[in-house]
């Protein structure tokens, strides 16, 4: 019974760290969308940053604007590509915490199975024992009856 009691704590413990992992595989894909939706709306916005500039680049511009645009245009184009390189690290972590997620899995499904096998084991005990048991006791009646018949 101890080991079963030892079980169950671990189960118990294991399920702990399950649910934990949980916790982080969600906090891991929001984390994930919100670097989706920041880099979505970098790229929006350059979008829109040069719609409005080239309609006013139709007419005549100064070359110290231009220069200006262009330097902007570069620096959003290096913010746009840093926030990939943070969103795919964003979804490989993703990725790592799932995976990290269905270890704890196998390990809750594997002392279940332990428990499983333990219960069947002391069923199967007390079984044998309950048999032994009643075989004893209808023996002893058996014994009683043909004394009783003997005397």
């Given at each position: 019974?101890?080991?079963?009691?030892?079980l169950k704590t671990l189960?118990?413990?294991?399920?702990?760290?399950?649910?934990?992992?949980?916790?982080?595989?969600?906090a891991?894909?929001a984390?994930?969308?919100a670097?989706?939706q920041?880099?979505d709306g970098l790229?929006t916005y350059r979008?829109?940053y040069?719609?409005?500039?080239s309609a006013?680049?139709?007419?005549?511009a100064?070359?110290e604007?231009l220069?200006?645009?262009?330097?902007?245009?570069s620096?959003?184009?290096?913010?746009?590509?840093?926030?990939?390189?943070?969103l795919?690290?964003a979804?490989r972590?993703?990725?790592?915490q799932r995976?990290?997620l269905?270890?704890r899995e196998?390990?809750?499904?594997?002392?279940?199975?332990?428990i499983k096998?333990?219960?069947?084991?002391l069923?199967?005990?007390?079984?044998r024992?309950?048999?032994?048991?009643q075989?004893?006791?209808?023996?002893?009646l058996g014994?009683?009856?043909a004394?009783?018949?003997l005397s």
């Amino acid at each position: 019974m101890k080991r079963l009691a030892l079980l169950k704590t671990l189960l118990e413990r294991e399920e702990k760290r399950r649910d934990e992992q949980m916790a982080a595989v969600r906090a891991a894909a929001a984390n994930a969308e919100a670097q989706q939706q920041q880099a979505d709306g970098l790229t929006t916005y350059r979008s829109e940053y040069c719609q409005k500039w080239s309609a006013q680049f139709r007419q005549a511009a100064q070359m110290e604007i231009l220069r200006s645009y262009h330097g902007f245009l570069s620096r959003l184009d290096q913010a746009i590509t840093q926030q990939q390189s943070v969103l795919e690290h964003a979804g490989r972590m993703v990725e790592v915490q799932r995976q990290r997620l269905v270890e704890r899995e196998i390990r809750v499904a594997t002392v279940e199975r332990l428990i499983k096998r333990r219960e069947a084991l002391l069923a199967k005990i007390a079984d044998r024992r309950d048999q032994k048991n009643q075989d004893e006791m209808a023996q002893r009646l058996g014994a009683a009856r043909a004394h009783a018949g003997l005397s």
